[in-house]
């Protein structure tokens, strides 16, 4: 079975520019979360969406915004792009809420902005 | 609030050495505990995993427990192999939510 897909792989953006990063979660998984990761961190969490609607937003701003699809496929837009949105997203997928699901995890997508 | 605390790095050891990473955390309510392995150019990979105290996580020779009078979750491994070399990022998962709280990762180096 196919893992956590995600596309692209890396994206090179200027300033003030628009993106979107999607992601395609294991097949009948439900939920899907976003994370940046900045180089030597940790990841960070962005949004959960379950069953199409968000169920969790990180401490981010209202640049970035997500959806989820009817085939569970999600997509993260991010707006205005700034120098210090350069980092790793990593989509992540799980089977359902309880808090024992392990969340697996896509290649990520590179997002340089300059 | 919940957040993950692990030892800085880089750590570097020799082949058949003896791993201790340090994790600690502070959460609301029971998490679960989760240590990830990100390989080089790769995404993050579920090692192991503890749901409830006193459980003990283990995969690949790597073990960890639940801990819950010290809040810690310390991964370890008797004899680490270059192949070993990574990033590993201790995790919590909060019994109120499915947002994943990582720590901020420990570089491993393995020599021959």
New interface residues.
């Given amino acids: 079975d196919a893992g956590?897909t995600q596309s692209p792989t890396h994206l090179i953006k200027t300033r003030g520019q628009h993106v979107t990063l999607r992601c395609s979660p294991i097949s009948g998984h439900k939920?899907v979360?976003w994370?940046q990761q900045v180089l030597?961190?940790?990841?960070?969490?962005i949004f959960?969406y379950?069953e199409k609607e968000e169920?969790?937003r990180?401490n981010f701003p209202d640049r970035f915004s997500a959806r989820q699809f009817p085939n569970y496929s999600s997509e993260l837009n991010v707006n205005a792009l700034l120098l210090g949105d350069s980092a790793l997203y990593?989509c992540?997928s799980?089977s359902g809420?309880a808090?024992?699901?392990?969340?697996?995890?896509?290649?990520?997508t590179r997002l340089t902005v300059l | 609030g919940n957040s993950v605390t692990q030892m800085e790095g880089p750590v570097t050891l020799s082949e058949e050495a003896f791993l201790t990473i340090n994790c600690t955390y502070t959460a609301t309510g029971y998490p679960s505990l989760f240590w990830y392995v990100q390989y080089p150019g790769e995404g993050l990979q579920l090692l192991l995993k503890a749901t409830k105290a006193d459980d003990k996580g283990s995969n690949k020779g790597f073990e960890a427990t639940y801990r819950k009078e010290t809040t810690s979750f310390h991964l370890e491994k008797g004899s680490v192999q270059v192949s070993d070399s990574a990033v590993y990022f201790c995790a919590l998962n909060p019994r109120d939510g499915n947002q994943f709280y990582f720590g901020t990762g420990t570089s491993l180096t393995v020599i021959p």
């Fill in positions: 956590v939920s979360s994370y030597g961190q940790g990841p960070q969490f959960q379950y169920r969790g990180g990593l992540a799980t809420l808090s024992y699901n392990e969340q697996f995890f896509g290649p990520g």
